[in-house]
């Protein structure tokens, strides 16, 4: 018998401890982080937005971890939390009216602890009967809200371009039943996709990575109001098609990045049954205006969609890496990712998410959603969106009260606004604005005009932020 064998048959060694510590030991260490995590983001909210640290310190000091020499874990926790503190634009802070990344709220907080303790592998429900059946339930709760029949299904994603990507591929998919196996090749002509010049960006990635191609991506001009040229839209399909283009899908937009803008769902809607397009709505962000009774009607025309893109880690406020794709269309939605392997432990006459996802194996996403949702309801989720609109509004009234001008009329809560007379361009203000780190906005384009992009992103804004915020931005001139 060799060495090896010999070795095999004796006594295992004891689990590594810096990996797999004693119970006592967890608890202690994980009671001091979220005491010093507590600390930390008492501090954040002190200090400035933007990052602070010394990069050149910091790049020495983390070419000092060569993995060779094991450090003590808590040095370690101490070392990364300071790291952090110091080292990122403070989007849990309320002075940050920036891109749609709010700070999560606690429940979804709770969940990722809990993901990451039982770690359920969420490819098959033969494995996580539970955790699949969790993430169903919260879909068509969704997709009931935005008005999809009940058979409706989908599942949650990384984020919403790939979401956006899945209903590309459910789009190619109903459009040629060979795409399967010839991708776009099997296609009479050109294939095309339509969405708003103001989409989303990642929809040049994504006809990329589909084969459909950058050429394919179909941007079709705005109005002065940043929305959809709906006769433009229907114009050029027309001239597509008669030039031997294969149109496969509409894409509208209820959020748009750049405005907050909502295009014309319904018309979209029309104009994609005439031309036999799958009609998909990126509500990626708008989409939680559905858990509003007063907002709700702004979404007129969602629930003719074939399929959506909510993302719950914007303005449903959960912890990064939770989006959503719903679809009307479950038959198809299993046709696009189906694949057969003898050793997944499926549940007989279960659709496994590894069945009707680009993913296999994954995270338990959903449960930030379930959670949050369970504990807030319809109810504070909507009282949650609308006091973000609230927190919009009065910033407008008191920016148009010292003459600036609002270039979007937006039913969310993104406001945009050029600087009066005596201010330096756009650009300028912002970069004086996020080096004070007062506050923290963006500069971009609107309608074809520079302007200062404010979102209310963060659930606890309060009176004296939008002070601060209304005081960074004239400090500026």
Not at 291 to 310: H, V, Y
Request: hydrophobic letters at 45%.
């Amino acid at each position: 018998m060799s060495g090896a064998d010999e070795n095999s048959q004796g006594e295992l060694a004891a689990p590594v401890a810096a990996l797999f510590a004693p119970r006592a030991e967890r608890e202690r260490i994980d009671e001091r982080l979220t005491r010093a995590l507590g600390a930390a983001l008492e501090r954040v909210g002190r200090g400035p937005v933007m990052p602070d640290i010394d990069m050149s310190r910091f790049r020495a000091e983390l070419a000092g971890f060569d993995f060779e020499t094991p450090q003590p874990l808590e040095r370690l926790l101490e070392w990364t939390t300071a790291q952090l503190e110091h080292g990122i634009v403070h989007m849990t802070e309320p002075r940050y009216f920036g891109l749609f990344n709010p700070p999560a709220n606690f429940p979804s907080q709770c969940a990722d602890r809990i993901t990451a303790a039982f770690n359920p592998q969420l490819a098959s429900s033969g494995s996580s009967p539970v955790p699949v059946a969790i993430e169903a339930h919260v879909v068509r709760a969704v997709a009931a809200r935005a008005g999809l029949p009940q058979e409706s299904a989908g599942h949650f994603t990384t984020a919403g371009s790939e979401a956006n990507c899945t209903a590309l591929i459910c789009a190619l998919t109903r459009a040629e039943r060979r795409f399967g196996t010839d991708g776009v090749r099997a296609f009479a002509g050109p294939v095309a996709l339509y969405t708003s010049r103001e989409c989303q960006p990642a929809w040049f990635k994504i006809v990329h990575a589909t084969g459909v191609g950058r050429g394919g991506l179909r941007l079709i001009a705005t109005n002065a109001r940043g929305e959809l040229e709906a006769d433009v839209l229907e114009e050029t399909l027309e001239r597509d098609v008669q030039g031997g283009m294969v149109p496969v899908m509409i894409s509208a937009t209820a959020g748009t990045t750049g405005g907050g803008m909502i295009d014309p769902l319904e018309r979209c809607a029309a104009i994609a049954r005439r031309f036999g397009c799958w009609y998909h709505v990126d509500a990626a962000w708008g989409g939680a205006a559905l858990c509003s009774e007063r907002l709700k009607g702004s979404l007129a025309g969602i629930e003719l969609a074939d399929s959506l893109t909510i993302d719950a880690h914007k303005w449903f406020a959960t912890t990064m890496g939770c989006g959503m794709f719903i679809t009307r269309h479950a038959a198809i939605l299993g046709e696009a990712f189906r694949v057969s392997t003898a050793f997944m432990p499926s549940a007989v006459g279960a659709l496994d998410p590894y069945l009707n996802s680009l993913q296999w194996s994954r995270r338990f996403m959903g449960l930030k959603l379930f959670l949050s949702l369970a504990a807030a309801g319809w109810q504070g989720y909507g009282t949650h969106v609308e006091r973000a609109v609230t927190v919009i509004a009065r910033v407008k009234a008191q920016l148009v009260s010292r003459g600036w001008t609002a270039a979007n009329d937006s039913q969310l809560a993104v406001l945009c606004v050029v600087p009066p007379p005596g201010y330096p361009d756009v650009r300028e203000v912002v970069r004086r604005v996020l080096a004070s780190g007062r506050a923290w906005v963006a500069a971009t384009s609107f309608a074809g005009r520079d302007v200062v992009r404010i979102c209310a992103t963060h659930g606890e804004i309060l009176a004296a932020d939008i002070d601060e915020l209304i005081a960074a931005l004239s400090a500026t001139r």
